[in-house]
């Protein structure tokens, strides 16, 4: 058994016996506090975090049953084990109702004992770690980057630095890692915080669409604007916007926002006049977006106007040891949204998130987690429906001849395709882009 920084209180009348447990827990490696006598137990308790407490049922003053009791109005959380000879087990299986841990009878073999202890302990340890988790959580006000990974805390220093100056910023990452939150997040630690955030995703709207979203229109433009409209630009004048998959915009497109970031000024649509605005552009793709330039499939001279300060966000999957203080996160919120009295995650349930690759990343996290909330009947997070790992095809298995990049990218999006059958939600997935950007590469390569 490994050896524990946990404090365990023996209560046992019989010296020769308590002596014994006393013993056999040193042993493997757990040390513990003995006492006979159960009023002098209750002044431990009150004095000490103790997580564990041994006591026999049978003993003058304050009996089991009554130290149980104190043990729990001292210490709600506390573990504890009762041992009862075979003529009192009716009264030991009360003592469980009002919230023993186990009970073991008289005489018993020492593993018997180091069994239940075992358990007992691994239960201790999971408590500490719902506290220490809860605890941190605390920290975390309104939208946090949740984590303290090397890789994220090097982000966080990276967002105060680059915060409370107006350059433009490009964060890259897979689909579902956070980038819209780490913009806002700029935004909130800038001296634009007061004035407007409005979030645009690019790869949601047609390029039409987008350019009045943004740019807006005058009166006549074309069929329907009957009235002028101002876009986004004029709207979030003194604040920000943030452009979402900014990789999967046309080049008609991406000509017309580098004008606004090179002089500040634009064209309604159907307009002639110029208008300035002061608005601080912050963009994200979920490609990387020299290899896109690179590819031709981006221009150039945008991509180095965007690209003053980069953040890379990583996959979750390279930050694991985020996903104890993400899980918790999502589960307090839940909990508090659905009004369930859930506070803890079984080992059983974080073995699983942790050995899951996560290809949606934290916001696949969050609706997983939202799920297992919802079904939970009890105050622990039992179960959890974590999707059955499903094999990423590798380009040496698509071909074996050297290829373009671009008809090497056919085949892996036709071979993606071909492994889901078809599923364009789930091959967008796979591959880290936007359904509009999977539908565009399809027709691209005449795969539709």
């Given at each position: 058994m490994k050896k524990e920084n946990l404090q365990i209180l023996i209560i046992e009348d019989d010296v020769a016996m308590g002596q014994l447990i006393v013993e056999l827990l040193k042993e493997e490696g757990l040390f513990s506090i003995f006492t006979e006598?159960?009023?002098?137990?209750?002044?431990?308790?009150?004095?000490?975090?103790?997580?564990?407490?041994?006591?026999?049922?049978?003993?003058?003053?304050?009996d089991g049953i009554g130290v149980l009791e104190r043990a729990k109005e001292i210490h709600p959380e506390i573990i504890v084990i009762l041992i009862t000879g075979y003529g009192t087990i009716e009264s030991a299986i009360e003592a469980m109702k009002k919230g023993a841990f186990d009970y073991i009878t008289k005489p018993f073999e020492p593993e018997n004992l180091l069994m239940v202890i075992k358990r007992a302990v691994e239960h201790a340890k999971l408590i500490k770690e719902n506290k220490r988790l809860l605890e941190e959580i605390e920290f975390y006000k309104y939208e946090e980057l949740?984590?303290?990974?090397?890789?994220?805390?090097?982000?966080?220093?990276?967002?105060?630095?680059?915060a409370p100056?107006?350059?433009?910023?490009?964060?890259?990452?897979?689909?579902?890692?956070?980038k819209e939150l780490v913009a806002r997040l700029i935004h909130r630690a800038s001296k634009r915080r007061d004035e407007k955030f409005l979030p645009i995703n690019c790869g949601a709207l047609s390029e039409s669409l987008l350019e009045t979203e943004l740019f807006g229109y005058e009166k006549g433009a074309f069929t329907g604007a009957d009235r002028q409209k101002k876009g986004l630009f004029e709207s979030a004048n003194k604040g920000t916007i943030f452009l979402d998959e900014i990789n999967s915009t046309s080049f008609n497109f991406q000509i017309k926002l580098l004008?606004?970031?090179?002089?500040?000024?634009?064209?309604?649509?159907g307009g002639t006049e110029?208008?300035?605005?002061?608005?601080?552009?912050?963009?994200?793709?979920?490609?990387?977006?020299?290899?896109?330039?690179?590819?031709?499939?981006?221009?150039?001279?945008?991509?180095?106007?965007?690209?003053?300060?980069?953040?890379?966000?990583?996959?979750?999957?390279?930050?694991?040891?985020?996903?104890?203080?993400?899980?918790?996160?999502?589960?307090?919120?839940?909990a508090k949204k659905y009004g369930k009295e859930i506070n803890s995650i079984s080992n059983a349930v974080m073995k699983?998130?942790?050995?899951?690759?996560?290809?949606?990343?934290?916001?696949?996290?969050?609706?997983?987690?939202?799920?297992?909330?919802?079904?939970?009947?009890?105050?622990?997070l039992k179960n959890i429906n974590v999707p059955k790992e499903s094999k990423r095809p590798n380009e040496e298995?698509?071909?074996?001849?050297?290829?373009?990049?671009?008809?090497?990218?056919?085949r892996y999006i036709a071979r993606v395709l071909q492994l889901f059958q078809g599923n364009r939600k789930k091959v967008?997935?796979?591959?880290?882009?936007?359904?509009?950007?999977?539908?565009?590469?399809?027709k691209q390569f005449n795969l539709v």
């Open positions: 006598d159960g009023r002098e137990a209750i002044r431990v308790l009150k004095t000490q975090n103790i997580d564990i407490v041994i006591t026999d049922l049978k003993m003058p003053y304050i949740i984590g303290n990974s090397k890789a994220i805390s090097e982000i966080k220093a990276l967002i105060e630095k680059v100056f107006d350059t433009t910023v490009l964060i890259q990452g897979e689909t579902g890692t956070g004008r606004v970031l090179q002089d500040g000024t634009f064209l309604r649509v110029p208008i300035s605005c002061d608005v601080r552009i912050i963009a994200a793709s979920n490609t990387p977006l020299e290899k896109e330039a690179e590819a031709g499939r981006f221009r150039k001279d945008l991509f180095y106007r965007l690209n003053v300060v980069t953040i890379n966000l990583p996959p979750l999957r390279e930050r694991k040891e985020d996903i104890p203080l993400l899980a918790y996160h999502f589960l307090h919120k839940y699983k998130l942790m050995e899951y690759s996560w290809p949606g990343n934290i916001r696949e996290l969050e609706n997983t987690i939202e799920r297992a909330v919802i079904m939970e009947t009890g105050p622990v298995e698509i071909c074996t001849d050297l290829l373009s990049l671009e008809e090497l990218e056919k967008a997935e796979i591959l880290g882009i936007s359904t509009t950007t999977l539908w565009r590469k399809l």
